[in-house]
T-cell receptor, first 110, second 115 residues
Framework: QKEVEQNSGPLSVPEGAIASLNCTYSDRGSQSFFWYRQYSGKSPELIMSIYSNGDKEDGRFTAQLNKASQYVSLLIRDSQPSDSATYLCAAYTGGFKTIFGAGTRLFVKA | SAVISQKPSRDICQRGTSLTIQCQVDSQVTMMFWYRQQPGQSLTLIATANQGSEATYESGFVIDKFPISRPNLTFSTLTVSNMSPEDSSIYLC????????????FGPGTRLTVL
C-alpha cells in the first residue's frame, strides 16, 4: 500500500527559529510532492510543490526533495506564531491519485 | 489556483437522514475529488468524479452510501445517505489544477455532525 509518513508532532519551536518538517513516501514512482498547511477548523491550503531533487525556495519556505531516499522536507525560516498549524505532506502517485500524510502539528511559541 | 465553494459550510443532522453537499468551482475542471477528514485525522479519499462518467470509489466507500453527481465541469454533489454518528466528519471537495494536473486545491469544507 502506498503511504506517506510524517511525525505527528507536535513540533514546538520558538518564534524566529527554523522549523523543520519531514516526510517519507513509499511509492518510488511518485514524481510530484506537495506541502499543505491546515489551520484548525480550516481546509488544507497548498504552500509548496516540488518535482525535482534539491531545494525549492518560496519566501520563508524551502522544500527539499531527495528521491533516492524517498524523503521530502519543509523548512520554515523565521517562524511566526501565525505558522502554527498542521502541515500535510502529499505525493502524487499518478492516475489522479494523491496520497496524504497524517500531518505534523507545528506550534510556534511567541 | 482555483476558487472553490461548498454548501453548506456546516450542518447538524439526525441519524437516518441524508445530506447533500454541493461543490462549485470558478472554472472548468476535469476531475473533482471528495475527501473525508475525521477529527485529528488526515484526508481519506472517498471518490473521484469525472464529468460524464460514474464516480470512482475508494475501498470502503460505496455508491449507495455516498452517491455523487457530476453534471458539468464546474459542479459536483456528494450525498451522505442514511447517516449515523460515525459519519460525523469534515467533507472536502478538491479539484486538480497545474501544468500536469497533479496539484489539488481544496474547498472550505463542510462540517457535518450527526446526532
Amino acid at each position: 500500500q502506498k503511504e506517506v509518513e510524517q511525525n505527528s508532532g507536535p513540533l514546538s519551536v520558538p518564534e524566529g527559529a527554523i522549523a523543520s518538517l519531514n516526510c517519507t513516501y513509499s511509492d518510488r514512482g511518485s514524481q510530484s510532492f506537495f506541502w499543505y498547511r491546515q489551520y484548525s477548523g480550516k481546509s488544507p491550503e497548498l504552500i509548496m510543490s516540488i518535482y525535482s531533487n534539491g531545494d525549492k525556495e518560496d519566501g520563508r519556505f524551502t522544500a527539499q526533495l531527495n528521491k533516492a531516499s524517498q524523503y521530502v522536507s519543509l523548512l520554515i525560516r523565521d517562524s511566526q506564531p501565525s505558522d502554527s498549524a498542521t502541515y500535510l505532506c502529499a505525493a502524487y502517485t499518478g492516475g489522479f491519485k494523491t496520497i496524504f500524510g497524517a500531518g505534523t502539528r507545528l506550534f510556534v511559541k511567541a | 489556483s482555483a476558487v472553490i465553494s461548498q454548501k453548506p459550510s456546516r450542518d447538524i443532522c439526525q441519524r437516518g437522514t441524508s445530506l447533500t453537499i454541493q461543490c462549485q468551482v470558478d472554472s472548468q475542471v476535469t476531475m473533482m475529488f471528495w475527501y473525508r477528514q475525521q477529527p485529528g485525522q488526515s484526508l481519506t479519499l472517498i471518490a473521484t468524479a469525472n464529468q460524464g462518467s460514474e464516480a470512482t470509489y475508494e475501498s470502503g466507500f460505496v455508491i449507495d452510501k455516498f452517491p455523487i453527481s457530476r453534471p458539468n465541469l464546474t459542479f459536483s454533489t456528494l450525498t451522505v445517505s442514511n447517516m449515523s454518528p460515525e459519519d460525523s466528519s469534515i467533507y472536502l471537495c478538491s479539484v486538480e489544477r497545474g501544468p500536469s494536473t497533479d496539484t489539488q486545491y481544496f474547498g472550505p469544507g463542510t462540517r457535518l455532525t450527526v446526532l
